[in-house]
């Protein structure tokens, strides 16, 4: 069994940053992918970055492109989310996701998830 659990959400103002932290344990992460997601209220869970375990894989979805980046620490089996210039329209719920097969931009090709850390962005 895999367990995610993210921190590092907080309220924050416009332009402003967050780094979000996802601990992985349960299982041997060399081989996984991980991905962030986010969810607004009412909307739909989108895909904002994913990155390979080992750092050679990372994708970001355009509305973040060039604000987030996507990092990984496997002494720590930490993978983390920088987010630069935060907008009002990032406010979400991030939720951090794992997979053996690859990165995804589809929350239905991972397989584990963790609780969700909010993030909220006032203007």
């Known amino acids: 069994q895999v367990q995610l659990v993210e921190s590092g959400g907080g309220l924050v103002q416009a332009g402003g940053s967050l780094r979000l932290s996802c601990a992985a344990s349960g299982r041997t992460f060399s081989r996984y992918y991980m991905g962030w997601f986010r969810q607004a209220p009412g909307q739909e869970r989108e895909f904002v970055a994913a990155?390979?375990?080992?750092?050679?894989?990372?994708k970001y979805a355009d509305s973040v492109k060039g604000r987030f980046t996507v990092s990984e620490d496997n002494a720590k089996n930490t993978v983390y989310l920088q987010m630069n210039s935060l907008k009002p329209e990032d406010t979400a719920v991030y939720y951090c996701?794992?997979?053996?097969?690859?990165?995804?931009?589809?929350?239905?090709?991972?397989?584990?998830w963790g609780q969700g850390t909010q993030v909220t962005v006032t203007s």
């Open positions: 996701a794992a997979n053996t097969l690859g990165i995804f931009t589809s929350t239905a090709r991972y397989d584990y």
């Open positions: 990155i390979s375990w080992s750092g050679g894989s990372i």
